[in-house]
């Protein structure tokens, strides 16, 4: 990953849990910052579905403006039963990642120790795979329309956009980190299905894979691909998908390392032109918000993606390193990955790994 030089964030936490695994985020940044003298400045700012219940607005009208002033943006996540998905997706995520030309959703999946995956042994058959998902165009376009509202033939058409930039582009990212891994690329198609998109995609994507011998490209059916990832998580290197496979191959592949509660992503600018965005894949969980349940290590691997980021290597490093260590027992690990702990007291384990020795 490309880095940025200054170190002003912006800390979104959003909703539910996305409150609390900020508050995580905050402490293990201020230790970091403590030991590391990084001049790390965070600046929060409470845009939420509360916001938008209370004020009609996610964000205020200058909102991007505002982030725009930063080097890198953390988000806790979005969303709250009061208020349609739509509404606080497109109010706020979406947005942010179009307007800042986040074209990259970069979302690394492995396995860890201490965290028992429903399919495959974490020593015997490690997961490290990472999925790059397109973030601009593809499914989740806002060109259509709903027709004849309440009346028998009631339509809707949703058009999904692709152009050679945006798939270009994705598979050019895709292949430089697969040339700096295992060298191997799966490209998810559904070209049998989806008749004009996808085999523009496979084309585009092919064509870029020519100019990168060194890398292997495979390319997959989307639904064969999710049963490969069940069946052998542990065969694949860099996944490229467009943004709705991509959306939902990342939360599968999550899930088969044991918990969508320690999955991480990054919304890149690859030009370095904007602020990029860091958060974790899981949404606000209203089924535990506020009962000290909420993994944070998803916001916390998010977390590590953004020092990488800020060309902070070496602390990057050691909050990994504290996240594996923390994981490995029961009593520094929240429920949903089998352990004891409460977010507060994961928290406080991982600071005192930052801050010991
Ligand atoms: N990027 C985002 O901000 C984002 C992403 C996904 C969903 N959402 C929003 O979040 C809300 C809830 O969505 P959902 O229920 O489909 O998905 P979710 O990720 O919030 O929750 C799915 C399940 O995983 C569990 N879970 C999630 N994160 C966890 C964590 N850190 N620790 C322990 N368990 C965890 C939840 O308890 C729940 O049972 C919706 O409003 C949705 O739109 C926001």
Redesign the pocket.
Known sequence: MTARSGRRIALIP?D???VE?AASARAVLAALDERYGLGIRVDEFDWSCERYLAQGALMPADGLDTLRRYDAIL?G????PDVP?HV??WGL?IPIRRAFGQYVNLRPVRSFEGVTSPLADGKNRPIDLVIVRENNEGEYSEVGGRFNRGQPEETAIQEAVFTRRGISRIADYALSLAAGRRRHLTSATKSNGLVHSMPFWDEVVRERAALRPEVELVEEHVDALAAKLVLRPESFDVIVASNLFGDILSDLAAGVTG???IAPSANLDPTLRHPSMF??V???????AGKG???PV?MLWSTVLLLQHLDAAEPAARLMAALEESLRNPVTR?A?VGGTATTDQVTAAVVDLLTAG
């Open positions: 959003g539910g849990i996305g695994v988000l996540a979005v969303g709250w998905d606080s997706l995520l918990s969508i509660g958060e974790p899981h949404g606000s969980a209203p089924d535990i349940l909420a993994n998803g929240t949903d």
